[in-house]
């Protein structure tokens, strides 16, 4: 079983995601964290505890970061004609919640609980990195006892989606970004690269609905926004960006990689880009020196991801 922490912010795809890693049977979900990306954090983690309660998850939501680890940083737009106002594709969401969050911030339910089970817990983000970087400054060694480190972000042999340089993850707080992946811990980052090869049609969504009862419904109500969003995009279907980092930890063998420290430009016209220098690639001395090797896909067996996708959500079993 693999244990995981979701920092999500949900967010259409991150609401396919979520229902991944609740009903996959080889995933153990024991807490989902909220940061602010797709819509403020007041309706990110209001979204998230909407989704628990919808579909019945028991893991703990903590609330997480609002504005970007540098504070000095300028607030951006929320990307409304992507998620819609309220982040899950304008649907209507009841004003009352049973859930609650839980009491601790996000970083220090990170720490928490990696600390309470060493050696065990992935931590898969899929947002702006501000809560991981923030458990990072509180508590630097608790990333040596981090199982992995699963990002869905960045840019590294195509632009990026939100300037010619930078994936909106990344974008959305650089200097976050950079602390994670300098960190010593094992990250893996599922980007762009593989990301934008991995489109899910709406008859595929709709087959899903159609046999995956009132939960798969309600995911597909939700993903009309954005399936209408990526119509001029992709042609019929959306991309399932942040689903695409959660089927690489049951399935890794789905996607290729390339090795190397990776840092990300924060500041200047290329802000937000994601820049690696591969391993047994030599260059004068630079900012990569030092740092640790991380994993970075650039390939991916798309109709496979999607398979895995479907008998997880639909079935509940590992395809």
Partial sequence: MHKIIFDTDPGIDDAMALLFLHRHPQIDLIGVTTVFGNAPIDLT?????????????????????????DQSRPEGHWPTFIHGENGLGDIHIPERIDAQADARPAWQFIIDTVRAQPGKVTLVAVGRMTNLALALKADPDFAALVKEVVV???????????????????????EAADLVFTAPWRVTVVGLDVTLKTVMTSGFLAEMAAAGGAAVQLLSHISQF??????????????????????????????????????????GIADGQTIQKPDGRVFPPGHWDGHPSQSVCVDVQAERVLEVIRAAIVEGRAA
Avoid at 46 to 65: S, T, Y
């Fill in 45 to 69: 983690t209001r979204n998230a505890l909407f989704l628990k309660q919808e579909w019945g998850i028991a893991a703990p939501v903590a609330q997480g970061a609002g504005v970007t680890f």
């Fill in 152 to 174: 869905m972000g960045g840019a590294f042999g195509l632009n990026g989606n939100v300037s010619p340089a930078a994936e909106a993850n990344i974008h959305g707080d650089p």
């Fill in 226 to 267: 954005y399936i209408d969003f990526y119509r001029r995009r992709v042609g019929d279907g959306m991309v399932v960006h942040d689903s695409c980092a959660c089927v690489y930890v049951v399935a890794p063998e789905l996607f290729a990689t390339r090795s190397g420290p990776v840092r990300v430009v924060c500041g």
